[in-house]
């Protein structure tokens, strides 16, 4: 099998899940206009949790809704009790909250699920699939991490281009002020927008984690990489961001397999900036209309 064959499957295995968390931090500006930073630590958390009802007992689907709803609820509890405060302060405010919060989650793991190493279950096979003769390095694991994403990133363009419910989350993000007269509970959508963002990255962690061993600092570096293709492909496109994913993902593999892996962060810089002098709001971006 050619390498960049095996390269190719690596880069889209990884990419899926850059994919994911890039899918995460684009839902959350889409409704709320912040870039959560902590996203990646409540991720860890919600797997965390997930690994220990599996721990005492519970079968993978069910610590799977474990992880996915409490993903939901500590996003909208992040939201309320945390954010709602310093919502009308400088933007400024908000980042170094969620900042702080990546500090706290990652402080607090270890201190309630213990600071060793751990593995965590796959859903599926991680063997490589069979074709003919030959064994491919995509699993279906794989397949089903793929399969999640693109799910989750159609569900996010029916949510925010055909419901209601989706555009009161915009206009909320856009304009709290003309929303709250029109109508629209603005708080609300804006807890709503925490907790599906929360969701997703809780769907990332889930994802990754039987790929990299679970420590309290395991979404870091997906963090970054979903963060850079989310920005790649535009913070307000959810197909940018599983494209943007996607490119980090290979892009990343082929630079570390042919390479070496300490130029695969220094690929991704190069990607990064050559995409955004070409389109400054990346390549999915709606483009803002002139000014009359």
């Given at each position: 099998?050619?390498?960049?064959?095996?390269?190719?499957?690596?880069?889209?295995?990884?990419?899926?899940?850059?994919?994911?968390?890039?899918?995460?931090?684009?839902?959350?500006?889409?409704?709320?206009?912040?870039?959560?930073?902590?996203?990646?630590?409540?991720?860890?958390?919600?797997?965390?949790?997930?690994?220990?009802?599996?721990?005492?007992?519970?079968?993978?689907?069910?610590?799977?809704?474990?992880?996915?709803?409490?993903?939901?609820?500590?996003?909208?509890?992040?939201?309320?009790?945390?954010?709602?405060?310093?919502?009308?302060?400088?933007?400024?405010?908000?980042?170094?909250?969620?900042?702080?919060?990546?500090?706290?989650?990652?402080?607090?793991?270890p201190m309630a699920f213990g600071g060793q190493i751990r593995s965590f279950p796959p859903a599926?096979?991680?063997?490589?699939?069979?074709?003919?003769?030959?064994?491919?390095?995509?699993?279906?694991?794989?397949?089903?991490?793929?399969?999640?994403?693109?799910?989750?990133?159609?569900?996010?363009?029916?949510?925010?281009?055909?419901?209601?419910?989706?555009?009161?989350?915009?206009?909320?993000?856009?304009?709290?002020?003309?929303?709250?007269?029109?109508?629209?509970?603005?708080?609300?959508?804006?807890?709503?927008?925490?907790?599906?963002?929360?969701?997703?990255?809780?769907?990332?962690?889930?994802?990754?984690?039987?790929?990299?061993?679970?420590?309290p600092t395991f979404m870091d570096d997906v963090l970054v990489f979903g963060f850079t293709g989310?920005?790649?492909?535009?913070?307000?496109?959810?197909?940018?961001?599983?494209?943007?994913?996607?490119?980090?993902?290979?892009?990343?593999?082929?630079?570390?397999?042919?390479?070496?892996?300490?130029?695969?962060?220094?690929?991704?810089?190069?990607?990064?900036?050559?995409?955004?002098?070409?389109?400054?709001?990346?390549?999915?971006?709606?483009?803002?209309?002139?000014?009359?």
């Open positions: 099998m050619s390498r960049f064959f095996v390269l190719t499957l690596s880069g889209l295995t990884q990419g899926a899940i850059y994919a994911a968390m890039a899918l995460a931090l684009v839902m959350i500006w889409r409704a709320t206009k912040v870039i959560n930073f902590a996203q990646g630590a409540m991720a860890m958390f919600t797997t965390y949790l997930a690994l220990f009802a599996i721990d005492h007992g519970a079968p993978y689907w069910v610590a799977f809704a474990v992880a996915i709803t409490s993903g939901l609820l500590l996003g909208a509890i992040i939201e309320r009790v945390l954010v709602r405060p310093v919502e009308s302060a400088p933007p400024l405010n908000v980042v170094i909250l969620t900042l702080g919060l990546l500090l706290f989650l990652e402080a607090l793991a599926f096979s991680i063997v490589g699939l069979h074709l003919g003769n030959s064994q491919v390095a995509f699993s279906p694991f794989d397949a089903f991490t793929l399969g999640a994403v693109l799910a989750v990133m159609v569900l996010l363009m029916l949510l925010f281009q055909k419901t209601n419910l989706g555009l009161r989350m915009r206009a909320s993000a856009f304009n709290p002020e003309v929303s709250g007269l029109l109508g629209i509970r603005v708080g609300r959508m804006l807890t709503l927008g925490w907790a599906l963002a929360s969701l997703v990255g809780a769907l990332a962690g889930v994802l990754i984690a039987p790929s990299l061993l679970l420590y989310a920005v790649i492909g535009g913070l307000d496109s959810a197909v940018g961001a599983v494209v943007g994913g996607l490119l980090m993902g290979f892009a990343l593999s082929y630079v570390g397999g042919y390479f070496g892996s300490d130029l695969e962060t220094v690929g991704a810089l190069v990607i990064l900036i050559a995409v955004l002098m070409v389109r400054p709001r990346g390549l999915f971006s709606l483009q803002r209309l002139r000014q009359v």
